[in-house]
């Protein structure tokens, strides 16, 4: 093994430990192709020795006084800020997102873990009078062990903030990270006994999906999965977890429309519809806007503003301060991609800009020309129903449509099977409500995209997920409620 690959461990009961099959997975760094670092190849032994390992600490944990769970998380919060540094660059190294992205996500998640924290004293339950005899009350608690299942594009931020909500809660827990992108989850998983939290409350599995993330979500011990990725995989954990009917919380794909009246601030739309999909995480994001719908009178010189502006774009490597986009994660996902592109244009989309990858991208630097690439790609077609217009690419690939007015507009926006995320563009106030109102998606943005807070709620409709996180009641997805009524007569 070359030396500047280096070996990290799963987290089970405190303790640094192997697979214990002893395998191992290679994490590349897409920004080269290179081998950078390695994770244990889990599997079902070692879930089932985490879950029992979280099952050991329940009973502690979940009597700790709410006020001491949360000052132990927000020791937590602190150190994954005072670690910021190396922290963002784990992140980097394993998925390619650019420092611009990162650095401010995870030093968000730590601002979110600090608010999350602070719920664990606002757990309340609910007098219900039901009769003069009788005190009726309800109270909520924590459902035991819950298994966390997280996707590559922003693992370290996701395992921040569901862990924290998890844990506030009185929960224990094992974590199930990407195998493409895992280092980050275990480097922060290290200071977890360094903020004073026992071992066994937070566990870390590392694996493939279908050998560790399948066992997770089968284990009969687990009561609860929190996943976020696919909704193919979303399916598999579904039905996986049959045997026990754990409670499912999924927060899956999407599909969604940046939809651009004529009226609008057409600067500030260009700019937004191209953050939307190039630089959020070079377009793999659950909430990219894949989906650019212009009003028809605008449709040619908008998507020429757009091109104008990608095209001022700086892809390179993910820590250099001046990247605006970075590479896609994984060659699978490249090529994936490009088989996108490649059969949009056969299914008769025409390409507008972009299209081009890899080596073509940076001819003269040999570290770069090894990376997984993808420039900023724009696809235009009339016709919804293509499989561009569909599918969710996870890439820099956006496909515009054009439509008349705003009952075509909701028309195309709402005719996918997920339902995400949708951004508004408009000076017309009556017409932008009209549009919230009409779009079916978890989230509807107005003059502005892809912006996420902690303290508002985030979900999918459709297919795009069951249950609600973030907001003031996130600690409710973590929580199960029990009727009590005292009898007095
Ligand atoms: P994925 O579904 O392939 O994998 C996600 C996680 O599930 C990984 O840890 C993986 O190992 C695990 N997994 C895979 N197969 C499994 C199985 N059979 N049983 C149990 N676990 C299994 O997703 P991805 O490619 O890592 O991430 C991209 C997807 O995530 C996109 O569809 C994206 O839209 C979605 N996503 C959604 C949100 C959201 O909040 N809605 C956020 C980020 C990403």
């Keep these: 093994m070359a030396a500047n690959i280096t070996d990290h461990l799963q987290l089970i009961d405190g303790r640094g430990c192997p697979a214990t099959g002893n395998g191992w997975i290679d994490s590349i760094d897409p920004s080269t192709g290179r081998i950078w670092a390695r994770i244990p190849a889990g599997g079902a032994s070692d879930i089932d020795l985490a879950v029992r390992a979280a099952a050991r600490a329940l009973p502690a944990w979940r009597e700790t006084a709410p006020a001491q769970r949360a000052a132990l998380l927000r020791s937590w919060a602190r150190l994954v800020r005072d670690n910021l540094d190396t922290l963002w660059r784990l992140d980097a190294a394993d998925n390619g997102r650019p420092r611009r992205e990162a650095e401010p996500a ?146 899956l794909g999407g599909k969604s429309p940046n939809i651009v009246f004529a009226d609008a601030d057409i600067d500030a739309a260009v700019a937004g519809v191209t953050a939307g999909i190039f630089t959020a995480s070079a377009g793999q994001a659950c909430i990219a806007g894949s989906r650019i719908l212009v009003q028809d009178s605008i449709f040619e010189d908008f998507i020429e503003k757009v091109r104008l502006r990608a095209s001022q774009m700086t892809l390179g490597s993910p820590p250099d301060a001046g990247t605006d986009m970075g590479p896609v994660v994984s060659r699978v996902q490249f090529d994936r991609i490009r088989g996108y592109i490649e059969s949009a ?38 016709d919804p129903g293509l499989q561009i217009c569909r599918e969710e690419v996870f890439g820099p690939v956006a496909v515009a449509l054009r439509f008349s007015d705003e009952a075509e507009a909701l028309d195309i926006a709402n005719g996918s099977t997920f339902g995400l995320a949708a951004g508004v563009w408009t000076q017309n106030l009556p017409r932008a409500q009209r549009m919230i109102t009409g779009l079916d998606a978890g989230t509807v943005w107005v003059n502005t995209y892809r912006r996420l807070h902690w303290a508002l709620p985030f979900g999918g409709h459709k297919e795009s997920g069951i249950g609600t996180s973030n907001g003031p009641q996130t600690l409710d997805e973590w929580l199960e409620q029990k009727s009590v009524w005292i009898e007095y007569s």
């Design 106 to 251: 995870i030093a968000g998640a730590a601002m979110q873990m600090e608010y999350v924290a602070g719920l664990a004293e606002t757990i309340t339950g609910t007098t219900v009078s039901v009769s003069p005899t009788a005190s009726t009350y309800t109270v909520r608690e924590p459902y035991g062990v819950v298994g966390l299942i997280i996707p590559w594009n922003a693992p370290l931020a996701m395992f921040l903030a569901k862990a924290t909500a998890a844990l506030a809660a009185g929960n224990t827990l094992v974590v199930k990270p990407p195998e493409i992108a895992s280092v980050s989850v275990l480097a922060a998983a290290e200071l977890v006994a360094e903020a004073g939290i026992p071992a066994g409350v937070v566990n870390i599995v590392t694996g493939e999906g279908a050998s560790a993330g399948d066992a997770l979500a089968r284990h009969d011990d687990v009561r609860m999965i929190s996943f976020t990725g696919s909704t193919q995989t979303g399916r598999r954990i579904t039905e996986a977890s049959t045997g026990n009917l754990k409670a499912l919380s999924l927060e």
């Design 345 to 382: 244009e056969a299914d008769g989309a025409k390409l507008a800009f972009g299209g081009r990858s890899g080596s073509e991208l940076f001819p003269r630097n040999e570290d770069l020309a090894g990376g997984y690439y993808i420039e900023p790609t724009l696809l235009t077609t009339d």
